[in-house]
């Protein structure tokens, strides 16, 4: 697996992270048939109040990615990982099943048999949907599904965009700016 590690705002990191990254990125290999052709990207950022680690793990037709904020670079690298191999884990029975049969997208992942079934079925359980809702779409701004967003408490909100007339979500962003989600298509009246 090739590591490519890039910093945020040209800040000065060790190489003992790289490194790091490296020995670390590669006990995810044990998941993959074709280690050659991945390519982990490793943004290092630091904030006042810690350092995150972002690790995207671009395969065919699936993106893996972590997340994680901690005191030092080290143990969020430590936890990314974690939180990377977590993930294949629990979606590996539904990645392998559903895409399978896509051409090759199944020569990227390992066999199911390379797994403990048992364990992969208790975490699948653990990580079922517990709740559904439903919302109706109001016709909004973006500023508006933000205000109304905060109003709610939420991290998230979904709404009509006015301005493209398409469906769209803004979220709060870990940095604590705000983002949004369109869908490609405007909605038909």
Known sequence: ???????????????KIKEQAEEKLAKLDQFFNRREDLEA??????????????????????????????????????????KLEAQIRRHKSKIYSSLKRRAGVSQYYATNSDFDLEKMKTELM???????????????TAEDAITQMEMLGHNFFVFLNVETNKVSVVYLRDDHDYGIIETSNPVNE
């Open 1 to 15: 697996m090739k590591v490519t590690v890039r910093t945020k705002n040209k800040m000065d990191l060790s190489p």
């Open 41 to 82: 990207n490793v943004l290092c950022k630091e904030y006042d109040d810690g350092k995150t680690i972002e690790i995207t793990l671009p395969t065919r037709n699936i993106l893996l990615r972590a997340e994680v904020k901690a005191d030092t670079f080290l143990n969020a690298l430590d936890l990314a990982v974690d």
């Open 126 to 140: 653990v990580t079922n949907l517990v709740k559904s809702k439903s919302v109706e779409l109001k016709p909004m």
